[in-house]
């Protein structure tokens, strides 16, 4: 019964895209937001948002509100929509961060510098140390 219970409750999460919820402003003022899924167009930017550590892009972008936005709220809110966020973004993030792996790795571009770079016949990339195009035998021996 219970699976059956958070089945629906998935389903109503993906129909609705998101959860409400109650938030409280350091001003002490209160507001119902949406916690979404966030949207494919917006997973790059969320990647860098959270990749960088920046919890308060984060919020904006699992809100879909203005950049600062998160700022105003309690630390309790923030808390609360992060928890939230994650859960509902944390399992098709982390298949989209594996396909951007794939992607990256087919096209010879480093992610994880020695993970990937120790993978025979990896192939260089942009990120890659580059060889001194200055070589000393050129100088005379005197």
Request: glycine share 8%; proline share 5%.
């Amino acid at each position: 019964m219970e699976q059956t219970q958070e089945k629906i409750h998935n389903d109503l999460v993906t129909v609705t895209g998101g959860v409400d919820m109650k938030i409280t402003r350091k001003d002490g003022s209160e507001e119902t937001v949406r916690v979404r899924q966030i949207p494919l167009s917006k997973l790059q930017e969320f990647s860098m948002a959270v990749g960088f550590g920046n919890m308060a892009d984060a919020i904006d972008l699992y809100c879909d509100k203005p950049k600062g936005w998160g700022d105003t709220l309690s630390y309790e809110s923030v808390k609360a929509l992060l928890d939230k966020g994650c859960e509902l973004n944390l399992p098709f993030f982390g298949v989209w961060l594996k396909d951007q792996r794939k992607w990256r790795a087919a096209f010879g571009i480093v992610l994880n510098g020695a993970e990937e770079q120790s993978q025979k016949g990896a192939l260089p990339s942009e990120n890659s140390p580059r060889l001194s195009p200055t070589t000393t035998n050129l100088v005379p021996n005197r």
